[in-house]
């Protein structure tokens, strides 16, 4: 996989080199390079001498037949692909064949020279998409983020200023996450790719919130969110079969992304076209995650453990062997909803330990299944277990090998739940012999299971004093062997 264009360690596909001078005063000056075939995503990254005697060289780009885009002198860096652009720049295909670097030279002194640099990236494979060139956050950390809603660019709708319901644009989905104190969001538009270039262009706005290209893959015998890759998928099912299914999910796959089924227990048909997730035959590795709280079922339902929710797919692929990590998202349809409603953003919302606030830091921890969803979206609610045998040590998400008969010693780390319970759930039993009161915030010894033989899981979730759920946790895999 290539690296990401512009990163320190990355070296660029071509170097234009030159110096503008006097002579080149109030010109224009077209500086031709050449795209191969096949390119997906063009960045250029350019830097130029002379600023100390007031030089000043302004920036454009053409492609083989037409104009792409004008930043002037406001931008040093500039990326291009079919679905999104850097604002000022077009997004579309990039044709193989002579493109021009346009410099501008508004001032340049008499006696004075200004040498240039441009570094060029091309990516011939689409790969995991960021629209911040920098993390967010550089520290590790458990980050708080919403994985499902809509805008305008698909049935996404808000208030206008004269009170009728309109596409909601994307500004006022981000700026309600940013308002909720959101730390991540993915807007999930329903089969389209159109966002992406909205997201590019706001993401340097808000530069606390990391927006996630993300998009709902919504089929007649499913939907999905896929989050990372930005070029198109094409979602035209017609049987419910994994064959079918795997020409994209597999394409997600080698883009480095995640597949993550929605809503999988909701009904289908003419209840609801097409929610219910009705592909039977998913091999292990197909997807990575499933919502198993999803906002809008909780709205409909009243509860994060209807039938309708993701929960008992989830289980049952647990069961099976597979390592599939559990989220959750609001499914939000209409940016101004209260955040203390079911279905508004974030409620629910996903926690998870990234090494760092960015796109590549959220899939690899949601792929290591370090995440817990927080079902009404409470700041400061926390969960976390761990399973330890001697020296070896797990915790959720990761697996711990022992032989039969050994102990295992379970406990958590809960806050924000005080006055709760929290219950262990073993291979998808909730043994009331394995619930605990939670006393205060902190470190809570669970039990000490006795290994016996084969392959188990173990999970927790978490209630309130009213007994309803406000924390489901992921996995640990015990594997039991000689």
């Known amino acids: ?13 071509q170097t234009l080199r030159g110096t503008l001078g006097r002579a080149d005063y109030e010109h224009y000056r077209e500086i031709p390079f050449t795209l191969p075939p096949g390119v997906t ?25 037409r104009f792409r885009g004008w930043s002037g002198g406001t931008r040093d860096r500039m990326t291009l692909s079919a679905e999104d652009a850097t604002p000022g720049y077009l997004p579309g295909p ?3 064949g002579e493109w021009h670097l346009i410099l501008g030279a508004p001032n340049i002194r008499e006696g004075a020279t200004a040498p240039f640099e441009a570094r060029i990236y091309i990516d011939r ?4 998409t960021s629209f911040a060139d920098a993390p967010i956050n550089a520290a590790p950390g458990w980050y708080r983020g919403d994985l499902h809603m809509h805008s305008g660019n698909s049935d996404g709708k808000c208030l206008s200023q004269k009170g009728e319901k309109v596409p909601c644009p994307v500004y006022r989905t981000v700026e309600a996450a940013a308002k909720r104190g959101l730390d991540f969001i993915a807007l999930t538009d329903h089969n389209t790719t159109a966002h992406y270039d909205a997201l590019r262009a706001l ?14 893959v919504t089929t007649f015998f499913g939907h999905s969110n896929v989050f990372g890759p930005t070029a198109f998928l094409d979602f035209r099912m017609t049987a419910p079969s994994y064959a079918q299914a795997a020409k994209w999910m597999d394409e997600v796959k080698r883009e480095g992304g995640i597949v993550s089924l929605n809503h999988a227990g909701a009904p289908s048909g003419e209840i609801c076209m097409g929610c219910g997730w009705r592909v039977e035959d998913l091999p292990a590795g197909a997807v990575q995650a499933i919502e198993v709280v999803n ?11 209807s039938p309708l929710q993701g929960l008992a797919l989830w289980q049952k692929l647990l069961n099976a062997g597979q390592r599939v990590t559990a989220i959750g998202g609001s499914d939000n349809h209409n940016a101004d909803l209260p955040f203390d409603q079911p279905g508004a953003i974030g409620t629910p919302t996903t926690v998870v330990f990234m090494r760092a606030l960015t796109v590549q830091g959220f899939i690899d921890g949601v792929r290591a299944g370090r995440a817990f969803v927080d079902v009404y979206g409470v700041k400061g609610r926390f969960l976390d277990i761990s399973a330890t045998n001697g020296e070896a040590k797990a915790v959720m998400g990761g697996a711990l090998r022992v032989r039969p008969g050994e102990r295992v010693r379970l406990a958590a780390e809960v806050r924000g739940a005080s006055g709760g319970t929290i219950q262990l759930v073993v291979d998808g039993e909730a043994d009331p012999v394995f619930r605990r009161d939670i006393q205060r915030d ?25 007994g309803r759920l406000i ?9 039991v062997g000689k």
Do not use: C
């Open 1 to 13: 996989m290539p690296q990401p264009a512009g990163q320190a360690n990355a070296v660029p596909d």
């Open 41 to 65: 995503r063009l960045t250029i990254e350019f830097s130029y001498g002379g600023k100390a005697q007031h030089s000043v060289i302004d920036l454009g780009l053409a492609d083989p037949q």
């Open 94 to 96: 990039l044709p193989a």
């Open 125 to 128: 494979a689409p790969t995991v």
């Open 203 to 216: 993401q340097g706005a808000f530069d606390r919130l990391l927006l996630i290209p993300g998009r709902e």
């Open 295 to 305: 906002g809008g079922t909780m709205a409909e339902t009243k509860s994060a453990e």
């Open 442 to 466: 902190g470190a809570i010894a669970l039990t000490n299971w006795i290994a016996d033989s084969g392959r188990h899981w173990v999970r927790a979730d978490v209630r309130d004093a009213a």
């Open 471 to 479: 924390l489901v946790g992921n996995p640990i895999y015990i594997e």
